[in-house]
């Protein structure tokens, strides 16, 4: 039997979830003198996740890390589904489809490292960033040809929102 394209699953999409560090961050962290933890994010991810926002999908955060800064970052976006502190996170993904109804084969999860494994092989279209884990990589249905932090966030958005034909090239004013 012939293993599908991971574009088929495209147009299924109606939820993203995303890890943060290692997804929408690159996978190093600045310490500070006074020990606080700074991630770098890419903006155009941030883009793609307004559109995405914007356009009705459903978005969820679901991550290890407790910085309060990602959650107000996120907020900004329009994101208010930001699970935190989770390093197993098959509970808040299940916790998360069964508080909007959603079906597994909707969701598209991108992931980098071990604890996005399960999850990841519960939904439709698991991705990953090009320098995720290479266990991530064995079960992502697509690997971005972008590494975290560096834009492969939107590269997935993009790609489902042009297929559903709700990516608009030009934006209005």
Not at 45 to 73: S, W
Not at 97 to 110: D, G, R
């Amino acid at each position: 039997m012939e293993e599908k394209s991971y574009k088929e699953y495209l147009n299924n999409i109606t939820t993203f979830i995303f890890d943060i560090d290692g997804v929408m961050t690159p996978s190093h962290i600045l310490v500070t003198t006074q020990g606080e933890l700074l991630r770098p994010m890419n903006v155009k991810d941030g883009f793609a996740l307004k559109q995405a926002v914007r356009k009705g999908y459903n978005v969820c955060i679901i991550t290890g890390g407790t910085n309060e800064g990602t959650r107000i970052r996120f907020r900004d976006l329009g994101i208010n589904d930001v699970y935190m502190g989770n390093n197993y996170k098959m509970e808040p993904y299940q916790a998360y489809l069964t508080k909007y109804n959603i079906s597994p084969a909707h969701v598209l999860y991108m992931g980098d490292d071990i604890p996005d494994v399960l999850p990841m092989k519960a939904v439709g279209l698991p991705t990953c960033p090009q320098d995720a884990v290479a266990e991530v990589k064995k079960i992502s249905k697509y690997i971005s040809h972008l590494n975290g932090g560096y834009g492969c966030v939107r590269d997935v958005i993009e790609q489902v929102m042009k297929v559903q034909g709700t990516w608009e090239e030009q934006m209005s004013k």
